[in-house]
Nanobody, 124 residues
Framework: QVQLVESGGGLVQAGDSLRLSCVAS????????MGWFRQAPGKEREFVAR????????YYADSVKGRFTISRDNVKNTVYLQMNTLKPEDTAVYYC?????????????????WGQGTQVTVSS
């Protein structure tokens, strides 16, 4: 079992930056692919970014590419999402996720463990 706890959300203005953190416990963190997803009101949960266990492979949704950066610290059992140049359409609850298997995926159903989410609100 893996427990994930996100933090770092908040209310910011368009153009600002935020860094989300997700601390994992329960399994060997460096073996786990990690991802960030988000869900806006009335919409389905969508993929944002993912990173391999070693941190050497990352992938982003087109909507955040060039603005968001996913990274991890395997000593601290933490994955980060640095969000720059935020836009109102980035407003959502952001979720951290982990997979049991080493493969990487954009599909929500392919991820096994989820955090409780952290709210990000970007005002115009």
């Amino acid at each position: 079992q893996v427990q994930l706890v996100e933090s770092g959300g908040g209310l910011v203005q368009a153009g600002d930056s935020l860094r989300l953190s997700c601390v994992a416990s329960g399994r060997t963190f460096s073996n786990l692919p990690m991802g960030w997803f988000r869900q806006a009101p009335g919409k389905e949960r969508e993929f944002v970014a993912r990173i391999s266990g070693k941190g050497d492979n990352t992938y982003y949704a087109d909507s955040v590419k060039g603005r968001f950066t996913i990274s991890r610290d395997n000593v601290k059992n933490t994955v980060y999402l640095q969000m720059n140049t935020l836009k109102p359409e980035d407003t959502a609850v952001y979720y951290c996720a982990a997979r049991k298997s080493p493969g990487l995926s954009r599909i929500v159903g392919a991820w096994d463990y989820w955090g409780q989410g952290t709210q990000v609100t970007v005002s115009s």
